[in-house]
């Protein structure tokens, strides 16, 4: 009854059309390469002030998630994660591009985004009691002992080298601990700029490490990417082999999406990092992974868009975000004079079910625009370089200026571009980068916090069983990392110099398209 009641409220006329202009402005804003939906939440924030708190929230909800499917086709595209849970999503979505199924991948994306939204909405209505119950059980202990789980696993299985995957990730939570300290205000590695003392912007590291190093490294490219693709329905319809070998990864990245999407301070980024390492490790052709597998595509998505739904669940329930974007929605709330927390349900029933609800007609609001739009994003392959990368750079500088009104950050993507081209051109994965920037205050801050309690008692990790389980898992992955990398050394002695010599004749795996 609750449901067909949250229906009524999301169906009224002036609510669906506010979340119906929530859903086309993420959706847009998503393809638009330097935007996403922290800048158009941002923008739209002050519009929510003389707005009733029911179309306010709709209208911030249908961005955030219409941005997700967005935020897909420019990484598919364009290479272009303008959301960074969608840096995944480029590694093979970009490489199916450029063999000609940048259709079919949007189409597996569609399919995968709605099929995971579906079920992150089913859980949310039958299931928010006991992940709410589940939710509170994680403490400092917990959530470090997740968070490194999520290091250890984007590092070591990255792609390449295990080693050059870790390194990657200590950048990152290096670049993440610069600005200043929560706990005794001082300032770290600012260099003495005073911009850096509120962190490095996270939108500037996205686009600099993603965006620009890919078009520095192409810089001397001619050929147009989709020039040969004709856009015709059956390019943008999966075959039913495509479609069934992208049905597993589809469940079992809306499993792990779902499982992340119920513990608090955990943002949709390293759920789509381990729904991608997961889907790589139970492979049994794991080198496709990153040239173009469509297994790459399916999980990563699914997992992001039924973390997203699942996400409101502590945002609302408890009063904590998993990410920025949830920060920005939290605050929304706040503005608007209701106080999330474990009576919200009961307080304002019209908002939690309205909201339910219009997750559900948003998104079929959604597949209905995307169904005759995909078209038209993959028309954008078709425009040469020389117009379609300064556009980039200039939607880059624009999204990244927008943010905080700032030329110091669009300096900020600069330098992370160059930094990004250099590292590529060492055979560098730079996703591990943006994982370790940003889940490294949070793993800092739950670090000291889980210390302070326990009086600087390390075992604390050890004594609880959540946290134990994860910190085993942990261990397990780097003792699996070290007996292949045994086993590997081995094979190669039994080989011979011949087989050494053959295996260095292979061609080494590119990394331009990360």
């Not at 979505?93 to 992150?120: E, H, N, Q």
């Not at 399916?298 to 409101?312: G, I, L, N, R």
């Not at 307080?347 to 007609?361: N, Q, R, T, V």
Request: one cysteine or more; charged letters at 10%.
């Amino acid at each position: 009854m609750d449901l067909w009641s949250g229906f009524g409220v999301a169906l009224q006329p002036h609510n669906l059309m506010w979340s119906f202009f929530g859903v086309l402005v993420g959706n847009l804003i998503g393809v638009l390469p330097g935007m996403g939906a922290l800048s158009a939440i941002s923008m739209l924030l002050p519009l929510t002030y003389t707005m009733h708190a029911v179309p306010a929230i709709l209208m911030l909800a249908g961005i955030f998630y219409g941005s997700q499917y967005g935020g897909a086709i420019g990484a598919i595209l364009l290479n272009l994660p303008c959301h960074p849970p969608h840096a995944v999503t480029c590694l093979d979505g970009y490489p199916l591009t450029k063999m000609g199924k940048g259709g079919t991948a949007l189409g597996i994306t569609m399919i995968s985004s709605f099929f995971a939204a579906s079920f992150g909405i089913l859980v949310m209505i039958f299931a928010s009691p006991l992940l709410v119950a589940v939710a509170f059980k994680f403490g400092p202990t917990e959530l470090f002992s997740i968070m490194l789980l999520g290091l250890i696993a984007g590092g070591t299985m990255s792609r390449g080298s295990p080693l050059k995957g870790i390194a990657m990730t200590a950048l990152g939570l290096l670049i993440g601990i610069v600005g200043t300290d929560v706990n005794s205000g001082a300032e770290r590695f600012t260099f003495g700029f005073l911009e850096l003392s509120d962190r490095v912007e996270l939108v500037a590291l996205a686009l600099g490490l993603f965006g620009v190093a890919d078009f520095l490294h192409n810089v001397n490219r001619m050929k147009i990417i989709g020039s040969g693709m004709k856009v015709r329905l059956r390019d943008m319809r999966p075959s039913m082999a495509e479609l069934k070998q992208s049905f597993m990864p589809m469940v079992r990245g809306t499993l792990i999406g779902t499982l992340f999407g119920a513990m608090p301070g955990t943002g949709p980024t390293i759920t789509t990092f381990i729904a991608y390492a997961f889907e790589k490790k139970i492979s049994k052709t794991p080198e496709r992974f990153g040239h173009g597998a469509i297994e790459g595509v399916a999980s990563p998505e699914a997992s992001s868009h039924s973390k997203t739904q699942v996400d409101f669940i502590p945002t609302m329930s408890l009063g904590i975000p998993g990410d920025a974007v949830m920060a920005l929605i939290l605050g929304a709330l706040l503005i608007q004079g209701i106080q999330p927390g474990p009576q919200l349900i009961t307080e304002h029933a019209d908002l939690f079910w309205g909201l339910i609800a219009s997750f559900w007609i948003g998104n079929v609001l959604l597949v209905i625009l995307n169904v005759p739009l995909i078209g038209v994003w993959v028309k954008l392959l078709q425009v040469p370089y020389r117009y379609l990368y300064p556009s980039a750079l200039f939607f880059i500088a624009v999204g990244v200026y927008s943010t905080n009104n700032s030329l110091f950050e669009v300096s900020e993507v600069l330098a992370f571009g160059l930094i990004g081209a250099v590292l590529i051109a060492l055979d560098f994965s730079v996703a591990p980068i943006l994982l370790g920037y940003v889940l490294g205050p949070l793993v800092e801050e739950n670090f000291r916090r889980a210390l302070l309690l326990s009086r600087g008692d390390l075992m604390v990790f050890m004594e609880k069983p959540i946290s134990a389980t994860f910190m085993s898992l942990c261990a397990l992955l780097i003792l699996a990392q070290v007996f292949f990398w045994a086993r590997g050394k081995m094979r190669a002695r039994e080989l011979g110099p011949v087989g050494r010599m053959d295996a260095v004749a292979q061609p080494p795996q590119t990394v331009e398209d990360v």
